[in-house]
């Protein structure tokens, strides 16, 4: 079954730091994702992308925190300088543009980044 | 503003019992409902979705769940708790139409005792 693929599984980082999580999501999907997770708290909407740009976005989601499509397969999320606050599971997920799979998220296990 | 509502952080069940797992939500219009369940160290998985076709659902592993609206509710089910559905499980809604804005509720923790 089509999976969407994260790495790194767990990053630890210093604050001030850049981090870059990948994803490689389903290969027929449009429309990417990214949600994160804060330890006992809710899964929370980052951005989704579609076209090759931002169509919607959080207030989570400020200019330290950009997202990137570099290539066919490659969906990336950045972390300009990371704070102690971004310490979260961070899941991407992908997902059909139409039909019956629209609106139906596929998710990755997740990169949890600790940072210090 | 859309908002989910799970009652209950934990549930606990015995082996063979009745699930239940309760969801509330608000929406301004006709939303879309999900059920996801997270295994230890892995992803959220879909267990099964709502989106305006039969109110009862079927999804995976003998769950289903049933589309109230003169209640809000969205409560998902198993007639018969498995060791294997320990797990963490999210309800989640969006509007028609928004793409994948899911706003997730806190998530149940369910436990499964022999």
């Known amino acids: 079954e089509p999976e969407v693929t994260q790495t790194p599984s767990h990053q630890v980082t210093q604050m001030g730091q850049e981090v870059i999580l990948r994803c490689v999501p389903i290969s027929n999907h449009l429309y990417f994702y990214w949600y994160r997770q804060i330890l006992g708290q809710k899964v929370e909407f980052l951005v989704s992308f579609y076209n090759n740009e931002i169509s919607e976005k959080s207030e989570i989601f400020d200019d330290q925190f950009s997202v990137e499509r570099p290539d066919g397969s490659n969906f990336t999320l950045k972390i300009r300088s990371t704070k102690l606050e971004d310490s979260a599971m961070y899941f991407c997920?992908?997902?059909?543009?139409?039909?019956?799979?629209?609106?139906?998220?596929?998710f990755g296990a997740g990169s949890r980044l600790t940072v210090l | 503003a859309q908002s989910v509502t799970q009652l209950g952080s934990h549930v606990s069940v015995s082996e063979g019992a009745l699930v239940l797992l309760r969801c509330n939500y608000s929406?301004?219009?006709?939303?879309?409902l999900f059920w996801y369940v997270q295994y230890p160290n892995q992803g959220l998985q879909l267990l099964l979705k709502y989106t305006s076709a039969a109110t009862l659902v079927k999804g995976i592993n003998g769950f289903e769940a049933e589309f109230k609206k003169s209640e809000t509710s969205f409560h998902l089910t198993k007639p018969s708790a498995h060791m294997s559905d320990a797990a963490e499980y999210f309800c989640a809604v969006s509007e028609k139409n928004q793409g994948g804005k899911l706003i997730f509720g806190q998530g149940t923790e369910l436990s499964v005792k022999p």
């Open positions: 929406s301004s219009v006709p939303p879309y």
């Open positions: 997920a992908s997902s059909e543009t139409s039909g019956p799979g629209a609106n139906v998220l596929t």
